[in-house]
């Protein structure tokens, strides 16, 4: 069985700790998702499992194959969406996914559906820099999806989209999860995360301090902790 496996993963900066040892696991078509207040860590704690950030301990392995000792074959099983970037301003839509796509050898066809699945066909000849917040959001998402990967990494994902993508959003992650795909995502969206997840994990100041599979009531719980742990 495909999985997922996060133990004891922290962060240390020079003076700072983002991230204090945290485990997580998923199997093949479940999703996880980080929520919790400013500066918990969620973004940490992705960029460390996309290989983006180096952990200060702990390990990272999918189907047992750890990061530190075939990274470009753990790499390789990854999509990653960041909550932000600037680069690639002056790419056009289709550039940018023809770019990406290049770097996991994907082909033609699949970048058209890709580009269809998020609503960009009308707009793939114009520059990314002229993308509106929820266009760009949609196109760093299309681009993590490219190469269907075994495990989705999200931060942030739906910051910025209007709710009809909002839903799109949701039944297209539902969809990926049908076909096996492993997702985690970082959001504040309670109601997303209700959709799509199979465990909510809440973090507060680098910990995960609670483990949420209870869906019911979900937006109250998680409001109740955000008002009891706010940073
Ligand atoms: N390069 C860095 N150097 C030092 N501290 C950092 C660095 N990057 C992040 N941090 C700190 O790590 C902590 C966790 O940040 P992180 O971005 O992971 O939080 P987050 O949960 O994603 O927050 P948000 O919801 O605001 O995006 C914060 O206190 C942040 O200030």
Same mark, same amino acid.
Request: aromatic share 0%; glycine share 8%; charged share 30%.
């Given at each position: 069985m495909t999985e997922l496996k996060v133990v004891s993963v922290s962060k240390v900066y020079k003076k700072k700790t983002a991230l204090y040892p945290c485990s997580l696991q998923a199997t093949k078509g479940k999703c996880v998702v980080l929520c919790g207040g400013n500066g918990a860590g969620k973004s940490t704690l992705l960029k460390i499992i996309a290989g983006i950030l180096f952990p200060s301990s702990g390990t990272i392995s999918i189907n047992g194959l750890e990061m530190n000792s075939s990274r470009e074959t753990y790499l390789a099983q990854i999509g990653f969406m960041p909550d932000d970037f600037n680069a690639q301003e002056m790419m056009t839509v289709e550039e940018f996914l023809h770019f990406y796509g290049s770097l996991r050898r994907v082909g033609k066809d699949r970048i058209s559906e890709v580009m269809d699945l998020i609503g960009l066909v009308d707009k793939k000849?114009? #520059?990314?820099?002229? #993308?509106s917040k929820g266009m760009r959001q949609r196109l760093l998402f299309g681009q993590s999806i490219l190469a269907n990967p075994t495990v989705l990494l999200l931060d942030?994902?739906?910051?910025? #989209?209007d709710p009809y993508w909002v839903n799109q959003f949701v039944e297209i992650l539902n969809q990926l999860k049908k076909s096996g795909t492993i997702i985690v995502f970082s959001t504040h969206m309670m109601d997303v995360a209700a959709e799509v997840s199979d465990v909510i994990l809440f973090m507060k100041q680098g910990n995960i301090i609670q483990t949420i599979t209870n869906k019911n009531n979900i937006e109250e719980t998680t409001m109740k902790l955000m008002k009891l742990h706010r940073q």
């Open positions: 000849r114009e #520059l990314v820099k002229s #993308l942030e994902p739906t910051n910025g #989209l």
